[in-house]
Structures are given as structure tokens and as C-alpha cells.
């Protein structure tokens, strides 16, 4: 929500916004003594309660400080929760699944353009969780097993979306400089091949954002164009509310806010590279 941000980066950054002002975490002796790491990804249930894939293994916030989650990987790049079921993906290829406080590790091969997205684990509860491992194939968690998915998405699938409606949304690379989005809800739809990746898509009603080489564009159901109110430059990562506004952060600190007309820029106390947040 608009008065319970994290966001996090390079040099152990770690910040929170209450609305008003902005606080750095409070890390316990142990999380401390995991410094200096870097913020991959962030997963916030509640208010008291939210993960972090650090380059330094998981942690979770649980109201007071930020603590290591224990017999998690050593690095992480993705995150993602639901109850008391805790999934950490590593860019070497291992899915953490962790249940009752045991961890169990599957490890498959990622996709080859993994790494330009953070977005490789997402889902909407516990039954429904779709990960990124082989390329072009992602597969889709029931609760019980993994399955692949053909989603109809072409080249190397780099980040995957599930909407608030159940649709799945994929951005590929498919050769230098371009690549394919797609939409599935059972059925295969392309919304975009000539999609120029570089960074994520968010799903948003029946469109959806995306962060391409040449900024942000926007898919309203029907054609791709550019938002009207141009974002700030050096965005790298971004999410939506439950609200359905839109934050991303980036570069020398960087947070901005978009609510479907105009882009704010949040100033940050921080100068860091911002490569997560969580909203």
C-alpha cells in the first residue's frame, strides 16, 4: 500500500515507508553480520510480516527486525510466500521450497536470459505458483506437483506475472533486442511480438506495463503505446499495489509512483542502485 513500501539495493540497503518518511531497517545480529549483500527481491504479506532474497540468503521481517530465514540458500534472487510456505529461487537453478520450517531443493536448468528480470517466481496463493526454470517453459505449482506449461511464449521466457483476474503474463527475449509478451488464461494469446525487453511487465486490469529499451509502455487490452507522462529514466524493477498503483525503483536511488496517469518521483535517503520493492 501507498504507506507500507520496502524497498532495497546494492550496499545492504534496506528501507521502509510509513507514508511519511522513509527508515532503515532494523537487522538483528545475525542478518547484520550477513553485510555487505545486495536486494533481489522482495515479498511483503503484511505489515508485519515480509521476505527478502538477498545475495546473502533469505530474510523475513516479522514486525520488529529483519532476521535470516535458516536452512535457506546461501543467495537467492527470487522470493515468494503464502501461509506458512516459503519458495526461494537461486540464479544457479535451485527452487528452496520450504513448509512447517523444512526446506526441500529441487534444481533444474534456468533459462538463458534469466537475469534480466527478477520476476521468476510468482503466483496468486499457494495452489497456484508459476516459476521460471526451463526456458520457454515455465511450469505452474498446484500445491502438490510442477508442471510445465505451454504458455505459447517464444525464446527464453525471462519473467512471469500472474494476474488478479488468473491470467498469466510472459515477457521472452527472442534475439537481439526484441521479444515476445503473452497472455495466457488457458488460452495463448500474443499482445506483443515486437516487444523490446529489458526489464518486467505487470499486469494491470486487462493490460498490462512494460519496461522496455525504449521506456515504459503501455498495453490497454487492445495496442501497445507509450504512457502519456514519460517515467523518470534508470528504472530497473517495479510492482503494483493492492490498489493497483505502480512502483518502481532504479538507479542512484531512485522510487517512483505511478497511478495510471502521471509518474511521482519519492525521494529516497539513499544513493543506492534500487533493484527491489515491494508495495
Known sequence: SSDDVWVGGTGSTLLHWDGTSWVAAMLDTDAAALRPFTLEDLHALAVDE???????????????????????????????????????LTRGGE????????????????????????????????????????????ERWDGMTWTDMVVGAFGDVYSVRVANDGAVWTASRWGPGTGFVVRYDGVARIVSNEFHPLGDVVPLGGGALGLTVYGFQLYDGTRWAAPVDAPPRGLTSMTTDPAGTVWAVGSAG???RWNGGAWTEIPVATAARLTAVAA
Request: overall charge positive; hydrophobic content about 45%.
Open 95 to 138: 527452487r528452496h521450497h520450504r513448509v512447517n520450517g523444512i526446506w526441500d531443493v529441487s534444481t533444474q536448468p534456468l533459462a538463458a536470459s534469466y537475469g534480466l528480470s527478477r520476476r521468476g517466481l510468482h503466483g496468486s496463493g499457494a495452489t497456484n505458483i508459476w516459476s521460471l526454470t526451463h526456458a520457454a517453459r515455465p
Open 50 to 88: 515480509a521476505f527478502a532474497a538477498t545475495t546473502r540468503g533469505v530474510l523475513r521481517y516479522d514486525g520488529a527486525a529483519w532476521r535470516p530465514v535458516p536452512g535457506g540458500p546461501r543467495a537467492a534472487v527470487d522470493v515468494l510466500a503464502f501461509g506458512d510456505e516459503l519458495w526461494a
Open 254 to 256: 531512485l522510487l517512483a
